[in-house]
């Protein structure tokens, strides 16, 4: 049987789509506001915002209110929900749900697109199962006519999930959870300092009643000493763990200690464990005797405005959203807007619900095996990662055998990315727990084939965990890192050094001149045997365009840097009211970074390399400013901004461009340029860097490991001894050097054949409301551009 169509729109009218926001705001909800707006009027539907959650849908009149495209300007940029949230009571009854069937009818609204917990979108869910009965019942008592619901035989829902906690199953991100981390991360950043100054323990609570998310990444991105998390209590005897471990580490030097618990810690046999309970543990004088303190975050990591990920996540969910409701039938089971590993996904609404819900009740049975298996993979991943990086020679079980200890290399090559000291401590910190010999290599192949000799301290020389261990927060590179390849350095040089330390393995962390680097080393390897070593590459750069990936480590910080830049630019042009910034971008040849800062600053117009500007877009660019100007006489309190990437013209630059919007607009408007240069670069790196970097790192060298057997022929037979680890859609991979370098590599200009972003460029076109302008001709190169000017 053929699945029935989505009931046509009212004759005459538009289809309505509903928007709101229920439950605990988290930042982000702004932005999947404004998506929902523009992307229902611009697919030809009328957007209808509900203030203050159900209670909004149960009260009716005001509370419902029809959203034109200016109303969401500026909204990115602010935390919380501009829409309200309220608890409902009236939702929970039958009489309730009549009343908000009965408004949603009179305004027209068959689609709910909702933002929220698992408790908003479950009533949503149930709403729905109720509708036609709850229709009948309004048309039995009179309440409405049978002329009126007509039209309204069948509602759609669409669930975006709005939670810090991250407690959602079947997703890996929930729009807020990364700008709570942020700001957990900061905070205990800045007690790390004054506990270092104090020689102090602190026990931070985090929120996490019954997912221990943000108690777990916290642990991992700040390199903290012990972790509690409701999903896998201690063992019973916690207490000696505990001690044993802070003891141990401060026995090596350590002079802080960060504990951090989750409101919902408990043990094993489900007693609550509280802070206090810590800090007396801590503090005793007959044991540790630590001067301790305890600090409980509390709605601090609710507030604030949101970081990129939420940013451009809630856009891009958002966006999605509309795309679902449109694409519904009666049939189809209720959706919600889900992301894994970097994939956009729509996901059964009930089977999540079910299994989140599933996640509490085998917490409370006590089978936290089961728990943890409801988790994500990435869940599971941090969580081995974390006890595998602060129990560092001290969890004898995961020893080698002497045989299988190795001697590996780590080296940075490129320009610093936020991220590459967690993934470097990661390494570090997993190589000793196996057993094996982390090795430094300092200022990259230049320190290696220069400076390896240097007295009294040389470039390559083996790691102080002490010292390593404080580098999780930590931005640039503690080991340094240059741009030259080992084929400017020498190859033979290079080969026979490697030789000569005697490295079993080499692990490479950076941008495009890492990935320039391993594929020099791997096809030399036929020529210099020293060479037929396992090697592997993190990718880490701001530009995010090395082959084999979607991510690396970096551009999160980047993206982070840029959109506060932005933010603050943004304001000096709202007070101006009539002003446009040109921005310059940092990216290579890659327009990642201009394209995704664009959507999380609702940017008007992004250029990038790939596309190129023309005169001609230029000219559509600035007539469409000038019209969007004459239209808001002054009125709007958002001012406008224009990305250029730094290498999208070699004429067109952000100065030239800015001079010709302020000569074009005849004193109407005024226009700036502005360029954050390296502070893109600099900075703290973010949650998702310092995170991802630690997980991907211990895969790194969990896979060099593999190669037990480093004979010169299983080498070089073997196309994975030479890899780049990456996120490729939903899956975390190693791709074989040999297959990125031939099928997925635009050598000349510096990038991947096929950006998985490129499609992401207009939808920050549609939902700016940038009209459809005139795209650049492709430059010929070659004999192809020579024939041409000679005529032939």
């Known amino acids: 049987m053929a699945p029935q169509q989505p009931p046509p729109p009212l004759e005459g009218k538009k289809r309505r789509i509903g928007m709101m926001t229920s439950g605990g705001d988290s930042p982000g909800m702004n932005g999947a506001i404004r998506a929902v707006v523009r992307m229902s009027i611009e697919a030809g539907c009328e957007a209808y915002c509900i203030y203050e959650g159900y209670e909004g849908l149960v009260q009716g009149k005001d509370f419902i209110r029809k959203f034109e495209w200016p109303q969401v300007r500026g909204w990115l940029s602010e935390g919380g929900t501009l829409i309200g949230t309220a608890r409902c009571m009236a939702f929970y009854e039958r009489a309730g749900r009549l009343m908000a069937a009965k408004n949603m009818v009179l305004n027209g609204i068959d689609a709910l697109i909702i933002c929220g917990g698992d408790g908003s979108l479950t009533g949503a869910d149930k709403f729905r199962a109720e509708w036609p009965g709850l229709l009948k019942e309004l048309v039995e008592t009179r309440e409405l006519t049978a002329e009126q619901t007509d039209q309204f035989k069948h509602l759609n829902i669409v669930g975006l999930v709005g939670s810090i906690d991250n407690d959602m199953s079947g997703t890996d991100a929930t729009i807020g959870c990364y700008s709570a981390l942020g700001r957990i991360c900061e905070m205990v950043d800045y007690i790390e300092a004054t506990a270092s100054s104090h020689s102090r323990a602190f026990v931070i609570e985090v929120m996490g009643r019954h997912c221990g998310w943000l108690a777990l990444m916290t642990g991992v991105a700040t390199g903290a000493d012990f972790i509690f998390i409701p999903e896998k209590p201690r063992a019973e005897n916690w207490k000696e763990e505990m001690c044993t471990l802070i003891a141990e580490h401060r026995k090596i030097g350590k002079r802080k200690t960060i504990v951090i618990v989750a409101e919902g810690a408990h043990d094993q046999d489900g007693g609550k464990i509280t802070c206090e309970m810590i800090k007396d543990l801590l503090a005793d004088k007959k044991g540790l005797a630590l001067d301790t303190r305890i600090t409980t975050l509390g709605h601090v990591q609710r507030g604030g405005t949101a970081c990129a990920f939420d940013r451009y996540l809630a856009t891009l969910q958002g966006v999605e959203a509309v795309k679902a409701v449109l694409d519904a039938t009666p049939e189809t089971p209720t959706p919600f807007i889900a992301i894994n590993e970097n994939k956009i996904t729509r996901k059964p609404l009930v089977q999540a619900v079910l299994d989140t819900k599933e996640v509490a009740k085998a917490i409370e049975a006590r089978d936290f095996t089961k728990a943890m298996s409801l988790r994500d993979t990435e869940f599971s991943d941090m969580y081995n990662s974390y006890m595998t990086t602060t129990a560092t020679d001290l969890n004898v079980s ?5 045989t299988k200890h190795m001697r590996i290399a780590i080296i940075h090559v490129g320009a610093p990315a936020g991220g590459v000291n967690a993934a470097t401590r990661a390494a570090v910190a997993y190589c000793l727990t196996r057993g094996h010999n982390p090795i430094a290599i300092h200022n990259g192949f230049a320190g290696f084939a220069r400076h390896h000799g240097d007295k009294p301290l040389g470039a390559v020389r083996e790691f102080n965990w002490l010292e390593v261990d404080g580098w999780a927060s930590k931005g640039g590179s503690e080991i340094g890192m240059n741009r030259e390849t080992p084929a400017e350095s020498g190859m033979e040089l290079i080969a026979s050094l490697i030789k000569h330390y005697n490295f079993d393995g080499l692990f490479l962390i950076g941008g495009f001149e890492a990935y320039q680097s391993l594929s020099q080393l791997r096809k030399a390897r036929e020529q210099y045997s020293s060479l037929c070593i396992p090697m592997t590459l993190l990718p880490a750069t701001i530009s995010n365009n090395v082959p084999g990936t979607e991510y690396s480590l970096g551009s999160d910080t980047c993206l982070n840097e840029l959109m506060s830049y932005c933010d603050k630019i943004k304001q000096s042009a709202s007070a101006s009211r009539r002003r446009v910034f040109v921005i310059e971008t940092q990216g290579g040849r890659s327009g990642y970074i201009a394209t995704l800062a664009g959507l999380s600053v609702g940017a008007v117009a992004v250029y990038t390399p790939e596309e190129g500007i023309s ?178």
């Open 398 to 402: 995961m020893r080698l055998p002497q």
């Open 615 to 792: 005169i001609a877009m230029l000219a559509a660019d600035i007539d469409h400013l000038r019209k969007a100007f004459k239209a808001d006489s002054g009125q709007s309190r958002a001012g406008r901004l224009i990305l250029v990437n730094e290498k999208a013209s070699k004429v067109y630059s952000a100065r030239l461009i800015a001079d010709m919007i302020r000569e074009e607009a005849h004193e109407r408007f005024e226009s700036r340029d502005s360029i954050p240069g390296h502070v893109q670069q600099g900075g703290t790196p973010s949650p998702m860097d310092r995170t991802r970097a630690v997980r991907l790192a211990i895969k790194c060298i969990e896979h060099l490991e593999k190669f037990e057997d480093r004979t010169d022929a299983h080498i070089l037979e073997n196309e994975e001894s030479c890899t780049v680890i990456g996120i490729k859609g939903a899956s975390v991979v190693f791709t074989p050097m040999k297959e990125a370098e031939e099928l997925d590599t635009d050598w000349k200009n510096r990038r991947p054949r096929n950006e998985f972003w490129a499609s992401l460029k207009h939808i920050v076109d549609v939902l700016s409301g940038r009209p459809d302008v005139p795209r650049p001709e492709k430059s010929l190169d070659g004999l192809k551009a020579k024939d041409r000017k000679r005529g032939l």
